[in-house]
């Protein structure tokens, strides 16, 4: 008896070791029955994307580059799952989504993802095309040693910024007052917003003058008030990110710039008159976007910023507002006037497709990777398959075609038709597009702010995501951005709700200047300068 | 009687001593049941601890977690002089410390107060009320404070405005505490007055019946039957808070935190969140989580020796 429980027990045991002890993955190249390559792949991708087995381009795609893939779709947590994939070192062959891996990944997993290069000049005469063509995304996808781990993209349509600035016409006209030009003039419209009835409800207190989407604490981002800071004539890019920019070619950090000070010091006068949404910190964006939807045909925002009219305001009371060209500072300032120029952002982007190191057959991965940077297909990546959604025209020639479900609105239609702006992509400048009603109102909303990006010289835009920095020198960085944002943001709201900056600034641009701001300059600045070396 | 029963089997078993290897001969089977517990432990909670050494090597993924360069305390110093360090600190200890004063003996209030109620069926409906909320996940709560306390549309926005508190408490470095400890006693309170209440329902009811014919009032009952015999019951629970001290709720903050509240309610483990897993700083961060650790621990060893001494209560 007792034995029989001892051996139990011993079996027991045994099974679960055996259960955690791992299957040894098998290297072998695996063929589906007509001869195809069967991969392993992976994406990132926008919650409301339909299922990539109904997507016709993707299958095709498959078939010609003579490959099956299994894919795994990530919608949601994709920094957790990476984190514990990664560190496994048990990835799938192809990995796609927007730098769902990233710089820093490469340099902290060396060996795990498969330097491309050698591949591309065998086997990729799409991405040489777009190399040749576009050389910032061959930049965009070469490290400092000269490796290529992840592929970027050109997206080519997208506009100079992201981050418009909308005030309700209507209000306007209901109070007889014009489109400001300035601070001062804004103060004074925003201040009527507040004090009158402007939506004409009979509620002189419903209306909300200005609203700004919630600050991160890693930095700023798009629909931000840094924008403003264009009204001093700096050339803020990504919306202010964590304040770096260019100015001459020398790069600088808003962050402890007069001119921030100037705008923080504006935005405060406007918070303490009450003009500035009280939840503009606390929010989160979905509340940002509800809230300017309004209610029914009644328009609850003033002024605010966003991407697009419809996007932002909704389709009941977006007729209501419109774009204008970026204010000055004051009525007497006589520089130039600029704004967040997001066009490399927009339409490039890093890190969009990687293979793993332990991929059975790379040559197939590649002709697969390949073959998504063929123009027509990325077109297809892009707004999905030809046939229900794309119109083939003419040899080159192509039409988004609308919606097929009539309430549905071009974007929402393309997100959820293909990989839209997550997939990787080369639209050629050759391609001749006929785009969706969506895109093509974005260019009409924008043209005030393309005459601004007219003046704008190439020395006074900071190329963020073109310079790729050393493990080092990235690592050096991050820990003093980390303690930087932390001071820099909480006063940022500090400042604009209870106000204080004239005291507080000097300590604080010691303060900023301890932490280690300087070195970090000086560090971007050396790679800014290589880079140009590089384009020249 | 209990000392004969005790000399008897001391004779019996007399030549053999105690010794490890015969209590395994004589209680297997209790050691066969316990083995799995075991296991578990050994698995999850000692062989991870090798991963300390991370905190004093420079993390390289392809030597793997033992195969970086040895770098000594270098990622220390360097959270000792980061200019965060004494916010860190300082907010840490404030949000912890809010937390055990005010949220430690709530529960043991509401516990002697539910015992009180002599209605059962009262007594009952209020317990699941209180208790229910403990199983509201974070995420959802602090979903419900931010639609609660919005001061244009929330229920408690609206009536605090009212009651003359202006301004968005989400965003106010002052009122982050308050909420912060509030809402977690709400929250956990009634679960936590679940084993008070065990405690309470083993006291002897001849204590009861002695003290009332001596004249006893409720609230004499109170302090000289009830709360005596909870006593070790609150001693332990208060050792095991210690060592918790300065290990804050960390998912309840970080779901908190806007840029406005950062001053406060930046705290060690999201400082380590946002330097460890989201830029890699994989040394750096393990090394604050042990120096974090570390306090833990010696907090705990402090406040039992304490109560060991003056309580003869005490963990080991």
Redo the contacts between chains.
């Keep these: 008896m007792k034995k029989k429980?001892v051996l139990f027990?011993f079996v027991g045991l045994l099974l679960f070791l055996a259960a955690c002890s791992n299957d040894e993955a098998s290297n072998e190249p695996e063929e589906t029955e007509d001869g195809r390559v069967v991969l392993t792949g992976l994406i990132t991708k926008h919650p409301l994307t339909k299922e990539l087995k109904d997507m016709e381009w993707l299958e095709e795609v498959e078939k010609k580059a003579g490959v099956d893939i299994k894919w795994e779709e990530v919608t949601a947590d994709w920094?957790q799952k990476k984190?514990a994939m990664l560190?496994g070192g048990d990835i799938p062959d192809i990995i796609v989504g927007p730098n769902a891996i990233t710089d820093?990944?490469f340099?902290?997993?060396?060996?795990?993802f498969e330097n491309l290069k050698p591949l591309i000049e065998e086997n990729g005469a799409n991405i040489q095309a777009m190399f040749e063509q576009q050389p910032k995304t061959e930049i965009l996808s070469t490290q400092s040693n000269g490796d290529i781990y992840g592929l970027s993209k050109y997206q080519r349509f997208w506009p100079d910024t992201a981050t418009m600035q909308f005030i309700n016409q209507q209000w306007l006209d209901n109070l007889g007052l014009e489109v400001p030009t300035n601070w001062d003039e804004l103060f004074d419209v925003l201040m009527a917003f507040k004090e009158e009835d402007a939506n004409g409800n009979g509620d002189p207190n419903d209306e909300i003058p200005m609203d700004f989407s919630?600050?991160?604490?890693?930095g700023f981002g798009y629909f931000q008030p840094t924008v403003l800071l264009g009204s001093t004539g700096m050339t803020i890019t990504g919306g202010g990110g964590q304040g770096y920019f260019l100015e001459d070619g020398e790069v600088k950090n808003f962050f402890t710039d007069d001119r921030y000070k100037d705008l923080v010091s504006s935005l405060h006068k406007l918070y303490a008159n009450g003009l500035i949404s009280?939840?503009a910190?606390?929010q989160?964006y979905s509340q940002y976007q509800a809230v300017a939807r309004g209610e029914g045909e009644n328009a609850k925002v003033g002024y605010t910023f966003g991407w697009e009219k419809t996007d932002r305001f909704g389709l009941q009371v977006a007729d209501q507002y419109v774009s204008f060209a970026p204010m000055k500072q004051s009525a007497d300032y006589q520089g130039d006037v600029s704004w967040s120029y997001d066009y490399d952002n927009l339409n490039y982007g890093v890190n969009f497709v990687q293979m793993s190191s332990q991929t059975s057959n790379k040559e197939a991965a590649m002709r697969f990777i390949n073959e998504l940077y063929d123009p027509e297909v990325s077109l297809q990546v892009l707004f999905g398959s030809i046939g229900p959604n794309i119109e083939k025209t003419g040899d080159n020639a192509y039409k988004v075609l609308a919606p097929q479900d009539e309430e549905m609105d071009p974007g929402t239609w393309k997100w959820t038709s293909s990989w839209a702006d997550n997939g990787p992509m080369y639209i050629a400048d050759d391609l001749e597009v006929e785009l969706p009603t969506d895109m093509q109102s974005v260019d009409e909303q924008q043209a005030p702010f393309k005459e601004v990006f007219e003046t704008v010289d190439e020395n006074d835009v900071f190329p963020g995501m073109m310079l790729k920095y050393s493990e080092e020198d990235n690592?050096k960085m991050?820990?003093v951005n980390?303690?930087f944002m932390?001071?820099a943001?909480?006063k940022?709201?500090?400042w604009i709700?209870s106000g204080g900056i004239d005291e507080q600034w000097d300590d604080y641009v010691k303060?900023v200047d301890?932490?280690g701001l300087p070195s970090n300059i000086e560090i971007i600045q050396s790679y800014y300068d290589d880079y140009k070396a590089q384009l020249d | 009687m209990a000392f004969a029963q005790a000399t008897k089997s001391k004779s019996v078993s007399q030549p053999k001593k105690a010794t490890i290897l015969n209590t395994f001969r004589r209680d297997y089977q209790l050691w066969?049941m316990i083995?799995p517990a075991i296991i578990c432990v050994i698995i999850f909670n000692y062989i991870p601890m090798y991963g300390i050494q991370l905190a004093f090597r420079k993390?390289d993924?392809?030597a793997g977690l033992t195969g970086g360069e040895f770098v000594g305390f270098q990622y220390f110093i360097?959270f000792f002089n980061?200019?965060?360090f004494w916010d860190l600190i300082r907010n840490t200890l404030l949000i912890s410390i809010t937390t055990i004063v005010v949220g430690f003996p709530a529960p043991i209030a509401l516990a002697l107060l539910v015992n009180q109620i002599r209605w059962k069926r009262g007594k009952r409906i209020l317990q699941t009320t209180v208790y229910l909320p403990h199983f509201i996940s974070i995420v959802v709560l602090v979903g419900l404070l931010?639609v609660m306390l919005?001061?244009?549309t929330g229920v408690l926005g609206l009536l605090l405005a009212k009651l003359g508190v202006e301004?968005?408490l989400?965003?106010s470095?002052n009122a982050f505490i308050p909420i912060y400890v509030l809402s977690d006693v709400w929250q956990h309170v009634g679960w936590n007055s679940i084993i008070y209440l065990a405690a309470l329902a083993s006291v002897d009811p001849q204590l009861y019946d002695a003290a009332k014919i001596d004249g006893a009032n409720r609230w004499q009952i109170i302090r000289n039957v009830e709360i005596p015999a909870i006593i070790p019951t609150i001693v332990i629970l208060l050792i095991l808070n210690m060592g918790t001290v300065i290990s804050t709720g960390f998912e309840k903050i970080f779901l908190m935190?806007?840029?406005?509240?950062?001053?406060i309610s930046?705290v060690i483990e999201t400082?380590v969140y946002?330097?460890g897993?989201?830029?890699?700083?994989?040394s750096?961060a393990a090394a604050i989580g042990l120096f974090n650790t570390m306090i833990n621990f010696m907090m705990l060893v402090v406040v039992n020796t304490i109560a060991k001494k003056v309580a003869r209560i005490s963990l080991w």
Excluded: C, R, W
């Design positions: 429980i027990i920094d984190g560190a820093a990944d340099a902290q997993f060396p060996g795990l919630p600050v991160g604490e890693g009280e939840e910190f606390t989160d690592n991050t820990l980390t303690d932390n001071l943001i909480s940022f709201g500090e709700t303060q301890q932490i | 066969l083995l993390y993924f392809t360097q980061s200019h965060l931010n919005s001061p244009n301004g968005n989400l965003a470095v935190q806007n840029s406005l509240n950062l001053p930046e400082y946002k330097t897993i989201m830029s890699n700083q994989f750096y």
